[in-house]
């Protein structure tokens, strides 16, 4: 494992923890509860109050920041004034009259760079020179004035209001009247560049239209005049708009129209009765056919006779006088019709050849009419080449007479293409900084700072903390905690050193961690233990402390004990004890003395100890495998619990050869100091050795700092337990 960790898996841990092996030994960590969707908010908040003091300091030194930013910046101001881009007609008017001029997007981009433009800059502070005095009182020198240009041009800056074809001049200074003019006075020296610009170019056309004015008058006038002498000598004198020879053709054929339908219809009658005849007809239809009243009202009489006759032939013989005057009086009858019919046959065939003569005489004046026409046609092409030149020079007069007076209106009344929609006010109230939204910023950075410097923190956490570092990331089982005595007495100095006040404070707090990891390490699973192994990883870290006060609160009570100080290069439980003795470890383990006269009793609680007068005189090692064992069993039947205070496992061999021998072994580490890693090993270590590791203490712990070891620990309720402890 790494001595860090990330954030994400310290959340990760609190909230899924890491189900260890359940066989690994009996000093390991049962299994996990079940995994939760959320973070467990007890751990969220002891992160947080553990690490309350590094937020406050990055918080404040955040906020006081902020402060000073708000203190040394200089506020800025900002005015806005806005311009209408409104293109108003030129000299020369090319929209028909209604139509206003279609601005894009462009046009309006043009009229932004413009603005922008050096020159306007320098129109502007010609404008403030004029009306507002120089920073010395005295008038703008050329170098100032430039300088000033050089200002306005600077803290201004051009945009387009959204899609519109408004321009929004905004200037932002440290001088609100100064902002405000420079806006105003940017939009007067546009508005009087393009007037300037507009008189100039007016001023130069209307110089060019009127030198050429008279010379096209005395253009137009001539073709005007060529155009009507050409008309008079072809004789092409218009009537109604259009020549005499084509009114002639015209007329022609209109009257030759009407003959040919004449001449139609009464071919159409002539044939009509001719053919009835042809077919032996001649009855009432020859009369229809031919349109005669008299062969009608002779057909009526030649059926009357007809029917008389008929009468008769049947009464009466051929020679009945009756009869034969009847006869003759058909017979007469229709020798009448006959005649007629002849008579208007005649007059038919008459009336169509009068209509063909004069259809051919029309036809004849036409065509002499459409051979004047084409002569004329000629002649008419020429007069059109005259008639365009005309109106081509009387067009262009008009256009430049018409130029020339709108140049003459618009030298005197020039108007820029565009209007001021809105002027700048002095600002009230700075842009910035904004001190609401700085100080808004500057609290949430703030917070945000303190928050990633505590994450920070956790993340950077190298030591073994909490009963969830234990369990969570050794998967070994969590001991206790051992607090250190002076935070046990509200951070006072403690007037007793450690190993007389849990005697003489015995139900104080710091005596009660004792006796809970007394309690742990008797009541684990599997058999009760007898040899107990005190092993840290590295020195000082509170392994002599915990094996002296351990064995002194067992011993108080009635318990046989005995404290082996197995640390033989420091001797520390000898020096706290006070072991001085003819005899020590070194006689006992070379079996040169006994261990009754190597023991030294402590008065106050009968704790026997087995100490050393002084570190090894050579490098031979006198625990060895087999005297250790030997001492173990040895001891075992003469007292109830065996405590050994060993040296750090890390650096010395003979400690895991007293680990391996012991019943158990108490793993003990300085809280948030020594290295998880460090602490990962010696498990490691020991475990291959095959020492049986019950659990691990957290020694030297603060509970003043709110969870200091987690909620898992009593110090997490410390403050509820108040009367229960007398420090």
């Given amino acids: 494992m790494n001595d860090t960790r990330s954030v994400g898996q310290a959340v990760d841990e609190a909230v899924h923890p890491v189900d260890p092996a359940d066989g690994g030994g009996e000093g390991f960590a049962p299994g996990m509860k079940e995994r939760s969707l959320l973070p467990d908010p007890a751990f969220l908040w002891q992160v947080f109050r553990r690490n309350l003091l590094l937020f406050l300091i990055v918080v404040a030194a955040t906020l006081a ?38 601005i894009n997007a462009d046009e309006v981009d043009t009229e932004i760079r413009l603005i922008a433009s050096p020159l306007v800059a320098e129109r502007a502070a010609a404008l403030y020179a004029e009306r ?96 009507d ?128 003569s004069r259809v051919a005489s029309l036809e004849a004046s036409r065509g002499s009419a459409i051979g004047s026409l084409a002569q004329s046609g000629r002649a008419q092409a020429g007069m059109s080449e005259l008639e365009q030149k005309a109106l081509a020079a009387q067009s262009i007069y008009q256009s430049f007479l018409k130029r020339s007076q709108e140049t003459g209106a618009l030298r005197d009344s020039a108007m820029p293409d565009a209007a001021i929609a809105s002027r700048a006010t002095v600002p009230t109230t700075p842009v910035s900084p904004n001190y609401p939204l700085t100080i808004i910023f500057g609290t949430i950075l703030a917070f945000a700072a303190g928050f990633t410097a505590m994450l920070l923190a956790e993340y950077l956490r190298r030591g073994v903390q909490t009963k969830r570092d234990v369990e969570r990331r050794l998967s070994l089982r969590y001991a206790g905690a051992i607090p250190s005595l002076k935070s046990t007495l509200n951070h006072r100095n403690a007037m007793e050193p450690p190993q007389e006040y849990v005697l003489n404070h015995p139900h104080s707090l710091f005596a009660e961690s004792f006796r809970s990891i007394r309690t742990f390490l008797t009541l684990s699973p599997g058999a009760k233990p007898r040899a107990i192994a005190i092993a840290s990883a590295l020195p000082r870290e509170g392994k002599t402390t915990t094996s002296v006060c351990l064995a002194q609160t067992t011993a108080a009570e009635g318990t046989r004990v005995i404290l082996i100080d197995a640390d033989l290069r420091r001797r520390g439980a000898s020096e706290v004890l006070g072991y001085e003795n003819e005899h020590d470890i070194y006689d006992y383990l070379a079996g040169t003395s006994p261990l009754a006269d190597c023991i030294h009793e402590d008065p106050r609680t009968g704790l026997h100890v ?63 100091t020594t290295s998880i890693r460090a602490v990962e090993a010696v498990v490691d270590m020991l475990l291959d050795a095959g020492a049986k590791v019950t659990g691990i203490a957290l020694t030297q712990v603060n509970i003043k700092k709110y969870a200091s070891t987690g909620d898992g620990d009593i110090y997490a309720y410390s403050n509820k337990f108040r009367g229960y402890y007398t420090n």
């Fill in 229 to 356: 002498n050409y008309r008079a000598d072809r004789g092409l004198v218009t009537a109604g708009g259009s020549t005499n020879a084509g009114q002639e053709v015209s007329n022609l054929n209109q009257q030759l129209a009407s003959s040919r339908a004449e001449l139609a219809e009464k071919v159409g009658r002539y044939n009509a009765a001719r053919s009835q005849l042809s077919r032996g007809s001649g009855g009432a239809d020859v009369g229809a056919a031919l349109g005669s009243g008299t062969i009608s009202s002779l057909r009526q009489q030649e059926a009357r006779a007809s029917a008389e006759l008929a009468v008769l032939t049947e009464r009466y013989g051929p020679l009945y006088p009756e009869r034969r005057q009847t006869e003759r009086e058909l017979a007469d009858i229709r020798s009448r019709i006959q005649e007629e019919i002849n008579r208007v046959l005649s007059n038919l065939q008459a009336d169509v050849q009068t209509a063909r």
């Fill in 610 to 672: 087995l100490g050393s007068n002084a570190a090894p005189p050579d490098a031979r090692n006198p625990l060895t495998e087999a005297r250790v064992r030997a001492m173990f069993a040895q001891m075992r039947e003469l007292y109830d619990v065996i405590i050994v205070d060993t040296a750090p496992v890390l650096g010395v061999a003979e400690a895991r050869i007293l680990a391996t021998a012991a019943d158990r072994v108490l793993l003990i580490t300085r809280w948030k």
């Fill in 65 to 102: 920041l902020t402060a000073l930013y708000l203190v040394v910046v200089e506020p800025q101001y900002r005015a806005q004034s806005s311009l209408l881009i409104k293109p108003t007609s030129g000299p020369v008017q090319t929209s028909e009259p209604g139509q206003s001029p279609i």
């Fill in 132 to 227: 507002f005095a120089s920073p010395d009182g005295d008038p703008f020198t050329e170098v100032e004035l430039a300088a000033l240009a050089s200002n306005i041009r600077g803290t201004s800056q051009i945009s387009r209001s959204g899609q519109t074809s408004v321009v929004d001049i905004t200037v932002t200074a440290a001088d609100p009247a100064f902002a405000a003019a420079a806006a105003n006075l940017l939009a007067e020296a546009y508005q009087q560049s393009q007037v300037d610009a507009k008189t100039n170019e007016s001023a130069s056309a209307s110089e060019f239209i009127n030198e050429r004015l008279s010379e096209l008058e005395s253009n137009a006038l001539r073709t005007q005049s060529a155009l």
